[in-house]
């Protein structure tokens, strides 16, 4: 109906499903469309063991897949692994040579920062009081397979064993689930499960001292970058970081006041759990790291981007 007004010049679709429209709008109306593919969608459900397992069916998807990249007036990744999958032709048998742009997901730093904006919150104040000024690790978000839950309680469960004053706060919607995988890892005493809406993140983010991102490494996150980097880095929260894929991790290195695990042995997890309970950051330290990183992060950063991109195709069209 919109398209029939004729109020619609351009149509940005982010992810396979919402593509499929843009490409049939575009179609039946000649009207361009910008994919924003984010993760990998068909390579997601394999891993996950459903869908696609038949031959036919996953040809068919391949097929889907490579025309709708084909026919896009520009494509964008949230990282640039995913980008070159596109330009080299591991993704879909050919090299794309149109638009590309790689644009991350992007917070509003005005909204994430390091000053205390929380004012006389009563529940952030129990917060802080039951901190009593220690070391407070973070966990920002939903549980998912992507997340590697047990690695990142055990990695909690280690710093508590050099730092007994050590906490854990938990900013999530799914508290039974949470509190069910704190259980085996005896973390109950030392943690708090809190569950606020996304408009509140912000001001429970920036009184974190490290933020748990522990993920999988797989193709099907080649295009993904987890807002919950942005969301530390812009609050002054140092990343605990694993996974999704090389380039996260090298801003995790740019950054200069985050941990790379580089994998998740015993080891691993006890010489991270170490250096959280015994390295320190000053103020001024992760403030340098959010300003290196903010013109690649930032809201502002990527409204620029976009709008240079649909300048671009509509001027082209």
């Known amino acids: 109906q919109a398209v029939r007004a004729g109020d619609i010049e351009l149509v940005h679709a982010r992810g396979y499903q919402p593509v499929t429209i843009a490409r049939g709008v575009k179609s039946l109306y000649g009207i361009p469309y910008i994919f924003d593919f984010r993760g990998l969608w068909i390579d997601e459900r394999l891993e996950e063991g459903r869908w696609f397992a038949n031959p036919i069916a996953l040809t068919t998807a391949r097929r889907v897949e490579k025309s709708l990249f084909d026919s896009a007036d520009a494509i ?123 408009g509140e993140i912000p001001r429970w983010v920036r009184e974190l001292d490290w933020g748990l991102q522990i993920m999988g490494t797989s193709r099907a996150k080649a295009a993904s970058m987890p807002t ?29 006041t985050g941990y790379n695990l580089p994998d998740l042995s015993d080891a691993a997890l006890d010489s991270c759990a170490t250096h959280i309970a015994t390295s320190a950051s000053s103020p001024e330290e992760r403030a340098s790291a959010r300003s290196r990183l903010e013109s690649h992060f930032s809201l502002d950063a990527a409204s620029r981007q976009y709008q240079a991109l649909y300048n671009t195709i509509l001027r082209d069209d």
């Open 76 to 198: 964008v990744s949230l990282a640039e692994p995913g980008a070159e999958l596109l330009r080299s032709g591991n993704l879909t048998g050919r090299p794309y040579r149109g638009q590309l742009v790689v644009i991350p997901t992007a917070v509003d730093f005005k909204a994430f920062s390091m000053s205390d904006e929380s004012g006389g919150d009563s529940e952030l104040a129990a917060v802080r009081s039951w901190v009593g000024g220690g070391l407070l690790l973070g966990w920002v978000g939903s549980i998912n397979r992507w997340y590697n839950t047990d690695a990142s309680l055990s990695i909690v469960r280690r710093v508590l064993d050099r730092l007994p004053n050590a906490r854990l706060l938990c900013l999530t919607q799914q508290r039974e689930e949470m509190e069910s995988a704190l259980t085996p890892h005896n973390l109950g005493h030392a943690s708090r499960v809190v569950s606020v809406s996304h």
């Open 228 to 256: 919950k980097f942005a969301e530390f880095i812009a609050s002054g929260v140092r990343p605990i970081h694993h996974g999704c894929n090389d380039e996260v991790t090298s801003w995790v290195e740019r950054c200069g």
